[in-house]
């Protein structure tokens, strides 16, 4: 089974960074588009990054373009979202995700479009 394990959230200022990282075991993690969602209080679960199997293509949702990086290191079975000047509104459970299908061309940029997730890591940011 795909296991997939986040970590790296926590309590910040408005201003501040946090890299989160989600290691994933139970296959090949090089052959795999992953992502990163969030998901806040009363409101649906949202695209923040995503990476295809290479990691040649990235997509970003246009609230944090310019302020979050997303990167894989296939040799450790991670994926890492690095979230600098972090703002209020970036406050929420965390969760990365991965395809149940290999390879692809396509950063894919949508929840549906994926099939393994974590159990989510909180980031709060206060102002």
């Known amino acids: 089974q795909v296991q997939l394990v986040e970590s790296g959230g926590g309590l910040v200022q408005a201003g501040g960074s946090l890299r989160l990282s989600c290691a994933a075991s139970g296959r090949t993690f090089s052959r795999y588009a992953m992502g990163w969602f969030r998901q806040a209080p009363g409101k649906e679960r949202e695209d923040v990054a995503t990476?295809?199997?290479?990691?040649?293509?990235?997509n970003y949702a246009d609230s944090v373009k310019g302020r979050f990086t997303i990167s894989r290191d296939n040799a450790k079975n991670t994926v890492y979202l690095q979230m600098n000047t972090l703002k209020p509104e970036d406050t929420a459970v965390y969760y990365c995700?991965?395809?149940?299908?290999?390879?692809?061309?396509?950063?894919?940029?949508?929840?549906?479009?994926?099939?393994?997730w974590g159990q989510g890591t909180q980031v709060t940011v206060s102002s």
């Open positions: 995700a991965t395809r149940g299908t290999p390879y692809g061309g396509a950063a894919y940029d949508t929840a549906s479009q994926y099939d393994y």
């Open positions: 990476i295809n199997w290479s990691g040649g293509s990235t």
